[in-house]
């Protein structure tokens, strides 16, 4: 089992940055290709950023490439995503996924445990 708690949501203004957390227990979180997505009112969870196990391979939505980043720690079993230049369009509740086992997973079926999730609110 995999326990995420997500955290460093809150309100901010368009331009501004905002670094999320995820905690994690339970697995290994070495063993873990991790994953950040979002989903916005009226639509379905949207792929963000993911990292492999080792942190070695990241990707990223089109949407927030070069504005985003995803990182880990493990040591700490903690993933982060710092985001800057926040637009408006990326008022969400963001959330922090698992991939018990995967080396490096990019789509929702692949994540198997999910965080609470953090609501991001950018004002324009």
């Known amino acids: 089992q995999v326990h995420l708690t997500e955290s460093g949501g809150g309100l901010v203004q368009a331009g501004d940055s905002l670094r999320l957390s995820c905690a994690a227990s339970?697995?290994?979180?070495?063993?873990?290709?991790m994953g950040w997505f979002r989903q916005a009112p009226g639509k379905e969870r949207e792929f963000v950023a993911a990292?492999?196990?080792?942190?070695?391979?990241?990707n990223y939505a089109d949407s927030v490439k070069g504005r985003f980043t995803i990182s880990r720690v493990n040591a700490k079993n903690t993933l982060y995503l710092q985001m800057n230049s926040l637009k408006p369009e990326d008022t969400a509740v963001y959330y922090c996924?698992?991939?018990?086992?995967?080396?490096?997973?990019?789509?929702?079926?692949?994540?198997?445990?999910w965080g609470q999730g953090t609501q991001v609110t950018v004002s324009s």
């Open positions: 990292i492999s196990w080792s942190g070695g391979l990241t």
């Open positions: 339970g697995r290994a979180f070495s063993s873990n290709a």
């Open positions: 996924a698992a991939a018990p086992g995967s080396y490096y997973a990019t789509t929702g079926p692949q994540y198997a445990y």
